[in-house]
Structure formats: structure tokens, C-alpha cells
């Protein structure tokens, strides 16, 4: 019979008759046949099999020996015997080598006739070490697939014992090299089935013994979590491995990772990582949950160090996946665990600003189910990010208006979100992040940021503050003999680095040292107007302590002249009380260096203010406050500059009023107006921001903060003539405007029912250029201030104007972001105020302005954003309309600059050459930013070197995320016309 088959294979008859022939050849198989034949014909059967030159000869071969086998299981049993089945394995058929498809494909068929024969425990024996022997060959993804078939069908074939264990672990090892070689459609899904095929050899196993699915675990997590080279890396087909693994293990196997000592924290760092990059396997199952429930398991042993440079380093490449529908749900869970625990900085967040307007785009043109879900999510995501990172408005409004189509959830919504998960609620001691660790350029803007220290937002801004306005900077710069001043000479260190270092940013570390307020808790959130007050208080101590000091040593008292902080921020007003029942006025002047301004309550209108709208031409028509007959003067001017503050704080029982200040010995109870301003008033609301037709402005604040207020009920006013609590009628008046006005808005208020402080988040309209009214003193007769009136005789405003209008120009403005007094950010707008609004030209002409040149008039429009380490360009309308668009964005501390400011009395420096030259800084000063420089353009050659070495080892996204390129750009979505690798499959 095997004879006739061969003739019939070798014949020239057609294929229809050689089919027929061989039909009948199988028919004749259940007919007794010689052993010697039967062994001849499965020798026939077999040549064909594996050495037919067609695909008609191999399949004739293949039905021949299985019905054959079938009825002749003695002898088949003889002739596939365990030596020819290793044979097979090890030196393969002929010119078939061992590893081929036909290999496999044959000892299968042959296997389904030997399961129940007597040698079939011998023969799976062997198998089974020839089957370990394979896999720690360590085969490719196609060899792994068909074994895989191979173990399916039979499960005899797996080896068993103690090698089951080795067995897994082998081929773990075995899949780490998997790698497809193609990029089209059909070799990735050729890829991606073998995958899933050989992972499916370690379920079968596992459901055998699940025993060995720890010992298997951990073989996997020491794979994932050793130190290779990026060409070396495990391959991300390891993540079909964990969807086999029971979620009832997770727990245990994250404990037991996670608490064994010998687990060093860059393998921790490393298996994260790799981990993440598995959320870019297709149709893998669970790898989110694993992920997160590994991130729990390390927040738990207080290891939050891992996830944050984990965070950093990953989060833009969890976000890309976003565009896939395939891998969005598992990625999207990930990401939304991550970014809303990350709450030590912005910067994870900020990775991917750039990148969600055109994810959102994405999601919208791709009308599916999993796209709306996606864009519902993420949306409620960046609102609580943004809620969180309050204070970036330049960098949100792309991504606001990218989401304008879609609801923002509700507060209660956001801080429940944010409340969960986070990393710092069970972490108590946390090193210090390292944020900026990547050398970057300079900003185009020229202008230098400065690095957050932990919280110290509130001296940034402050210093950024200081540092624009240019007579203040430019005086601290070129100051003769700064070394007598500790910490005037830490500023102008400072001042000399924002203004030439070659860094994006520096840190003010040794500033921040010098000049915290002692009763600061470092790392805390702190009052950025607070800080401004005491950094300009010690600055003039530390100069008048100095000159004092001098006088002592010399025994020669030199002409009494300001200090240099008295000069650029000390300006003058007066506080006057008239008691109603005797007509008596005692009155104080005092030295301020900020003014700060009440928010008035909404029902209460300004329009019949006794001071006219500043924006206006000011001209007293209306009754001032009437002078006594006795007029009480004592001229204490202090010898520093004093906080000027209107007192909010409520009244808190008849015995204990709080007091404003003392004038001639006399405590003053809260005046009326601030007495309005309590908890319940709406403009102390932080849920209800004023309404548009209720915004409020600076002016009217003005005129509000210099109104007169009664002193009535329990705040009258304990008149000295009288001997008694009577009414009275105060009245704040400036006698002369400071070089720079500084205005603080009184935004925190303290409400009685929660106990606590809260923000008046009313907005208020700041002015390009303000006209502040100022008491002209020059218009009463001499006496009245200052000198003894022995007639005490009132005297009369002289005819025409009581108030001279003072021009001011905005310089910049320090916007608190935030609804709480403890916690937000603040960064700063500002701009350069120099030449034609109070430059050069005010040293010769005390009326008229003279006209810059229109090259300074336009750097003087240009406004900048300066928010930490960012320095951007920015503009007057961003700062107009922040509170607008970020309602949670409120002004809070504002510089002004008066036009036709005065020479400067301070001889430590030449105003010529603060107005004109080049500021010479001193050598030490000027070595320090030199060696500074140099050692910023080497640290950026050795990144430009490191970024070469791993852009060329660089491997980019897994071939089955690639998105085809239209026009020569990636569009970067998926709509009609624009589809990606496997769409046919897995859509």
C-alpha cells in the first residue's frame, strides 16, 4: 500500500484522479495490514508530510498517517516512539530543522493517537523536558505560539513538579525578549496573537498550580525591576502576563513587595515605571489596577519620594495613550490616580497643558462611546487640577477654552476628588523634591524667574515686585558700601543675579534666610503683604540703625536725611478725631509706607463721597471736616515707617473692643465703617464674588478708605476736654504721596460663625494710571500742622483747591490665587515704569512731562507674568481681566509709580547715573555672576551631551500606537480618514 501511495504522488494523472486513488487509499486503512507495511506506510506518510513540494502532497500525508494511526494504533505506537519524538525536537526531519512549524504541527497530530497508549507516559515525560529545554532557549514569539498550541491541547506536555516553577519563570524570561520586527497591520497582529497565545501557557499552568503564581510574580517583578539599558528593556509584551494573575493576590503581592527590606527604591522606581509603559499593550486586562494598587502599596511604607520622580518622569507618556481607544480606559484610570495625588507641585500637570487642547480636539471629531466617556472625565480632571494650581492664568486659558463646551463640576465635587488619594495625608516626613532638575534656556522675555523653596510663592512675587520697579532696583544696585547693610547687600546680590545671570531661574535660598519674618513657619503658605512690611521695615531700620551707630562712633551728627526706603515708599497722612459734643480735634501724622484699602460692602454707595473721583480733576466742593476752636497739635512723626491698616477684625464684646491706634494718649474704638465689615456682610462673602454692576475700583476704594466715619455706640471716642465717651468724627488725609504707592486690598476677613478666616473674592477694577488725592498742606495758613496755634483759633481751607491731584502709572500687581488666607499661590504682573512716566525728565521739571522716546513708551506697555520659576510676556488686559476669567484670582497688593518722581536725597548713589549709564556693579558682586554664568553654560553643555547619548538610544512609542501622518504633519486624531495601526481589529 505504501507503494501504490507513492506511485499515485510521483504520477502524471491529473489532481482530481490522484484524489480519487487516494480516497480510496484511506478507505482500505481499517482493512488488517502487515506490520512491516503499516510501519512503511507511516514512513510514506511522514516523508510527504514534512518533504512534499506541495501544499496537496503535505495535506495527503497528513490525512493518510491519521488514518492509519487511527486504525493501526499498535504499530504507530511502535513507529512514533519516544526516540523519534525527540529526534524530531532536537535534530529535526531531514533538511526541516527542529524549530520549524512542521515540526510541531506533526508531533501534534501524532500525539492524539499515543494519549492512552502504554509508552505515552514515557513519551510525555520526555516532552516535557524537551519543552523546558525550549522555552529556556529562550524562542521567539512565533516557536512560543505554536508551543503554546502544543501545551493547550495536550497539558501532559507541561512539565510538572518543581519544574512547573521553572518552568514559568523561563518563559517569563522568554517573553521579556518579544519584539515585533514589523510595522504593517498584518505582522502586528501576528505579533500581537502569539503574544496573547504564549501568556496564555502560564494561565494554564497556573490553573494547574496555583501554587506557583507567586514564585512566578516575583521572577516577573525582578525582570521589570533590574537597571537595563533602554535597548535592553523588557519588552512591554510582559503586560499579557499580569491580566492571568487573580486581583485576590494583589494585596498580598503588593505587601510583600513592598515591605521586603532588600527592595531598594530604584527597583521600586524602575518596575513602576515599566509597569506604566505596559498601558500600551492592546487588550491587556487589569494592568491599571496593579499599577495603582503598587502606588498605594508605596505611599503605605511612606516611599512617596518614588511616585513623585516616577510622576515626572512618566506622566506625558501615560497621557499619549489617551488617543487610542484600545488602551484609553486603563491609562485614563492611571493617570487620574496620579495627577489628582501629585500635590507637591503643578509640574506633572503642566507636562501636559500643551497637549490637552489638541486631546480634546481629538475626542470630540471621534464621536464614540469611549470618546465622550474620555472627554467627560478628563474634563472633571483639569477642573480639580486647575482648582488645586490655582495661579497660572497664562498657561490655563488655552485649555479653558479648549473646554468651554463642557460643564465644570461643582466645588463640593472638585475638593472631594482632590481629597482622595492623596500622597501627603499618610506621609510625615518628605524630602525635598527636585522639580528642576532639567537645564532649560532663558526665557524670551529676558527676565529671570526665581525657584520656589516650598511655599515661598509670597517672596517671589514680592522680590519680582521690587525688582520692577526700576528707581527702587537701580538704587539698591548701585549702593556704595553695601557690605555695612547684611541684608540690603543680600538684596542687591539678588537684584544683580535677576538682572544678569544667564538661568532661567534662580534660587533665593540665602534672601529667603536673611529676610523671613522670624514667626514664619517654614514651608508654609504665608501673607505676601505681610512679608513686604517687615522686609521694608528692617530695610530702613538696618539703615537708620547704621547711621546712628555712626553718629556715636564720630561724635558728629550729620544732616538728618531719609532712608532709602523712606525716599521710594514713605509717604505722609494724618489722622484727625473731632469730638461732637465740644468741637475739640486732636490729630496725628503719621509715616506710611502702604496703604490698605477696606472692600466696602455692596449697599453701600460712594457716589456722595466726600473726596471727588480721583480719575477727575480734584477740586474740594464739599465741607471739610470743621477744625475746633481748640485745636490740639502734637507733632509725632515716627521715626520708621508705620503699618497704616485699616482694623476689619469685629468687634467682640462691650468690654473688649478692639482698638485702631492711639492718638494723644487716647484709644480709638472701631469706627462705624469698618464695623460694617463683618462676616455677614456681602462683601465678605468668598461664595458670592461681586456682581458686574457692582464692581467696585480702586478709586472708590480710595474714597471709601479717606470717607469719614462716626464714632458712635460702642466705638465711641474717649475724649480728653470732655473726660467722657462721646461721638466723634474721624477723617483720614494724605499730606503727601510716596514715590511708589503701595496699596494692599484687605481681601481675608474673619467670620464669627466658622471661627475662621476667608477671602472676600469681590473683583476689583484696577486703573492704568491713578489720580490720587493729597491734602495740600501749602493751602492753610502756617501753624496749622506741626507748630503750636496759641489763639486756638480754627483756621479755614485758603481759597481754591484743598487736594493737588497726584498722577501714579501701575508698575505691577500681586495677584493671590486661592479662596483661603492659608493656602493658594501668588505670582506677579509687572511692568517697567521708567523715562516719560517720572524717568530723567522729573529732574528738571517739577510740572511739565517731558516725552519719552518711543522705544521706552513701548517697553513701558509690555507687561510680564512672573510666576516662580515662569517668566512670560504678558499684558494689561490679562491683568484687568484675570479675576474675570479665574474668579478665584484676585488682586491683592499693587505698585504705582508716581510721574515726575524727585531726585533722590540718598548719596550712596549718583542719580545721573541711575537714570542714564550702565549700572556698575562691584567686583565681588560682578565675579560672582561671571563664575555663575560659566558654570551654567558647562552644566548645559554636559545636558546637551546627555540628551545626544539618549536620543540615540531612543526606541520611540510601540509600533501599535503609531498614528499615520497626513500632509506631512500628525494630525493627532481619530476621525474618518485618519486611522491607526489595528484600528481593523480592535475597533
Request: with cysteine; hydrophobic share 35%.
Amino acid at each position: 500500500m505504501d507503494r501504490i501511495l507513492e506511485a499515485v504522488m510521483v504520477s502524471s494523472h491529473s489532481k482530481a484522479v490522484k484524489h480519487n486513488m487516494i480516497l480510496q487509499v484511506i478507505e482500505s486503512a481499517p482493512h488488517p495490514l502487515a506490520r512491516t507495511q503499516c510501519l512503511a506506510m507511516f514512513e510514506v506518510c511522514t516523508k510527504l508530510f514534512f518533504l512534499g513540494d506541495s501544499k496537496f502532497k503535505k495535506d495527503v500525508g497528513k490525512e493518510v498517517l491519521e488514518a492509519y494511526a487511527h486504525h493501526h494504533p499498535l504499530e504507530f505506537e511502535e513507529f512514533f516512539n519516544t526516540r523519534f519524538a525527540l529526534d524530531l525536537l532536537q535534530e529535526g526531519y531531514g533538511p526541516i530543522m527542529k524549530r520549524s512549524d512542521e515540526i510541531f504541527e506533526y508531533i501534534q497530530v501524532a500525539l492524539q493517537y499515543m494519549v492512552d497508549r502504554p509508552s505515552s507516559m514515557e513519551l510525555f515525560h520526555t516532552l516535557q523536558i524537551e519543552v523546558l529545554r525550549i522555552i529556556c532557549e529562550r524562542p521567539g514569539p512565533k516557536l512560543c505560539a505554536m508551543l503554546s498550541k502544543l501545551l493547550n491541547l495536550y497539558p501532559q506536555c507541561i512539565p510538572g513538579g518543581n519544574l512547573q516553577s521553572v518552568f514559568c519563570q523561563q518563559l517569563i524570561q522568554s517573553i521579556r525578549k518579544f519584539h515585533c520586527e514589523g510595522e504593517e497591520n498584518d505582522e502586528i497582529l501576528e505579533f500581537v496573537e502569539q503574544v496573547t497565545k504564549t501568556s496564555g501557557m502560564l494561565q494554564c499552568v497556573w490553573r494547574m498550580n496555583m501554587a506557583i503564581i507567586l514564585p512566578s510574580l516575583k521572577e516577573l517583578f525582578i525582570v521589570i525591576s533590574s537597571p537595563e539599558e533602554e535597548n535592553n528593556a523588557p519588552s512591554n509584551a510582559l503586560a499579557s502576563v499580569v491580566q492571568y494573575v487573580p486581583l485576590e493576590l494583589m494585596d498580598a503581592v503588593v505587601r510583600n513587595i513592598t515591605n521586603d527590606k532588600n527592595v531598594s527604591d530604584a527597583q521600586i522606581l524602575t518596575a513602576i515605571s515599566r509597569m506604566l509603559d505596559w498601558l500600551s499593550w492592546p487588550l491587556v486586562k487589569n494592568i491599571d489596577k496593579w499599577i495603582i494598587s503598587l502606588m498605594k502599596g508605596v505611599v503605605a511604607v511612606k516611599r512617596v519620594h518614588i511616585l513623585m520622580k516616577v510622576t515626572l518622569k512618566k506622566t506625558e507618556q501615560v497621557f499619549s495613550n489617551l488617543f487610542y481607544p484600545i488602551v484609553r480606559e486603563g491609562a485614563l484610570s492611571v493617570l487620574s490616580y496620579i495627577l489628582l495625588s501629585y500635590e507637591q507641585s503643578p509640574e506633572a500637570f503642566h507636562k501636559l497643558l500643551h497637549q490637552i487642547p489638541q486631546l480634546i480636539s481629538s475626542l470630540s471629531q471621534e464621536d464614540s462611546d469611549s470618546g465622550r466617556a474620555c472627554l467627560a472625565e478628563i474634563s472633571e480632571l483639569i477642573h480639580c487640577l486647575i482648582f488645586r494650581f490655582s495661579g497660572f492664568p497664562d498657561l490655563y486659558e488655552p485649555v479653558l477654552e479648549a473646554l468651554k463646551d463642557f460643564p465644570s463640576p461643582h466645588e463640593n465635587r472638585i475638593k472631594q476628588l482632590l481629597s482622595q488619594n492623596t500622597w501627603t495625608s499618610v506621609q510625615t516626613e518628605l524630602p525635598e523634591p527636585v522639580c528642576y532638575t532639567q537645564i532649560t534656556t532663558r526665557s524670551d522675555t529676558g527676565k529671570t524667574g526665581l525657584v520656589n523653596l516650598g511655599n515661598t510663592c509670597y517672596m517671589n512675587s514680592i522680590i519680582q515686585a521690587l525688582y520692577m520697579a526700576s528707581d527702587f532696583r537701580y538704587a539698591v544696585m548701585t549702593l556704595k558700601q553695601c557690605s555695612r547693610f547684611p541684608l540690603m547687600m543680600k538684596l542687591q546680590q539678588l537684584f544683580g543675579f535677576l538682572e544678569h545671570s544667564q538661568r532661567p531661574f534662580i534660587s533665593p535660598n540665602k534672601f529667603l534666610t536673611a529676610s523671613c519674618p522670624p514667626w514664619f513657619n517654614v514651608g508654609s503658605q504665608q501673607d505676601c503683604s505681610e512679608y513686604l512690611k517687615y522686609l521694608l521695615d528692617k530695610l530702613h531700620e538696618e539703615e537708620k540703625t547704621l547711621r546712628h551707630a555712626s553718629f556715636t562712633q564720630s561724635g558728629v551728627q550729620k544732616s538728618e536725611s531719609k532712608t532709602l526706603i523712606e525716599q521710594m515708599f514713605g509717604g505722609k497722612m494724618v489722622t484727625r478725631i473731632r469730638c461732637l459734643c465740644c468741637q475739640n480735634v486732636s490729630w496725628k501724622e503719621e509715616v506710611f509706607t502702604d496703604l490698605s484699602l477696606a472692600l466696602p460692602p455692596h449697599d453701600i454707595s460712594l457716589s456722595k463721597s466726600f473726596i471727588i473721583d480721583p480719575s477727575q480733576t480734584v477740586v474740594e466742593n464739599t465741607e471739610p471736616l470743621h477744625v475746633a476752636s481748640t485745636l490740639k497739635q502734637q507733632s509725632q512723626v515716627p521715626s520708621s515707617p508705620r503699618r497704616i491698616r485699616k482694623t476689619l477684625t469685629d468687634t467682640t464684646s462691650k468690654h473688649e473692643s478692639p482698638t485702631f491706634g492711639n492718638i494723644d494718649g487716647v484709644h480709638l474704638k472701631t469706627t462705624d465703617k469698618s464695623a460694617k465689615m463683618d462676616s455677614s456682610s456681602p462683601g465678605s462673602s468668598q461664595e458670592q464674588p461681586s456682581l458686574p454692576h457692582s464692581l467696585r475700583s480702586i478709586p472708590d476704594l480710595i474714597n471709601f478708605f479717606l470717607s469719614p466715619e462716626m464714632l458712635t455706640g460702642e466705638n465711641q471716642y474717649h475724649c480728653q476736654k470732655c473726660c467722657a465717651l462721646t461721638d466723634a468724627e474721624k477723617v483720614v488725609e494724605l499730606t503727601e504721596g510716596p514715590p511708589y504707592l503701595i496699596l494692599t486690598l484687605l481681601r481675608f476677613s474673619f467670620d464669627l460663625g466658622t471661627m475662621r478666616r476667608r477671602k472676600i473674592l469681590d473683583n476689583v477694577s484696577i486703573p492704568l494710571v491713578l489720580k490720587l488725592p493729597v491734602w495740600d498742606v501749602s493751602s492753610r495758613e502756617p501753624g496749622t500742622f506741626g507748630t503750636d496755634n496759641k489763639h486756638h483759633k480754627a483756621i479755614p481751607p485758603a481759597d481754591g483747591c484743598a487736594y493737588v491731584s497726584l498722577t501714579y502709572d501701575l508698575c505691577s500687581v500681586v495677584v493671590h490665587s486661592g479662596i483661603s488666607s492659608e493656602s493658594g499661590h501668588y505670582y506677579c504682573y509687572a511692568r517697567e515704569c521708567t523715562g516719560g512716566v517720572g524717568g530723567p525728565e522729573a529732574i528738571h521739571s517739577d510740572r511739565e512731562e517731558v516725552k519719552a522716546p518711543s522705544s521706552q513708551k513701548s517697553a513701558e506697555r509690555q507687561w510680564f507674568l512672573f510666576n516662580d520659576t515662569r517668566v512670560s510676556y504678558s499684558s494689561f488686559e490679562s491683568v484687568s481681566n484675570v479675576t474675570t476669567y479665574f474668579p478665584k484670582d484676585t488682586a491683592y497688593v499693587m505698585f504705582f509709580r508716581k510721574r515726575l518722581l524727585p531726585v533722590i536725597e540718598n548719596e550712596s548713589f549718583s542719580t545721573a547715573e541711575k537714570m542714564y549709564g550702565e549700572m556698575a556693579l562691584n567686583k565681588e558682586l560682578s565675579e560672582s555672576i561671571s563664575k555663575d554664568n560659566l558654570l551654567y553654560a558647562q552644566e548645559r553643555e554636559r545636558e546637551e551631551r546627555r540628551r545626544a547619548a539618549l536620543s540615540a538610544t531612543e526606541t520611540g512609542p510601540p509600533v501599535w500606537l503609531k498614528r499615520h501622518k497626513r500632509s506631512g504633519a500628525d494630525c493627532g486624531c481619530l476621525s474618518s480618514g485618519c486611522r491607526w495601526h489595528l484600528s481593523h481589529f480592535f475597533l
